[in-house]
């Protein structure tokens, strides 16, 4: 059984910086993918971004210039570096991971708050 373990949520002023990471129970590279998506309270769960096999990324237009995907292949980890944070950012961020079969999984999810 998969699991995915996020960690680094938390509260953060307007314009602040938080670095969110993602723990796999297997390898990182086992996986077709992995990626971050939020859901705002009342709304629907969207992309932030993702990193392929490969390293190949792709992101929402809302976090290019701002936020950012890499592996940590020493910890074995995805992490997602949030810069510039805004308030429309607080959300529930959400690791997932997608194997070649087309199976996917979800980390319970980290929450986001930014505010004064």
């Known amino acids: 059984q998969v699991q995915l373990v996020e960690s680094g949520g938390g509260l953060v002023q307007p314009g602040g910086s938080l670095r969110l990471s993602c723990a796999a129970s297997g390898s990182i590279f086992s996986f077709n993918f992995m990626g971050w998506y939020r859901q705002a309270p009342g709304e629907q769960r969207e992309l932030v971004a993702v990193?392929?096999?490969?390293?190949?990324?792709n992101s929402g237009d809302y976090g290019k210039g701002r936020f950012s995907i890499s592996r940590d292949t020493g910890k074995n980890t995805v992490d997602l570096q949030l810069n510039n944070l805004k308030p429309e950012d607080t959300a529930v961020y959400y690791c997932?991971?997608?194997?070649?079969?087309?199976?996917?999984?979800w980390g319970q999810g980290t929450w986001v708050t930014v505010s004064s």
């Open positions: 990193i392929t096999r490969t390293g190949r990324t």
């Open positions: 997932h991971a997608k194997l070649d079969s087309g199976v996917g999984y």
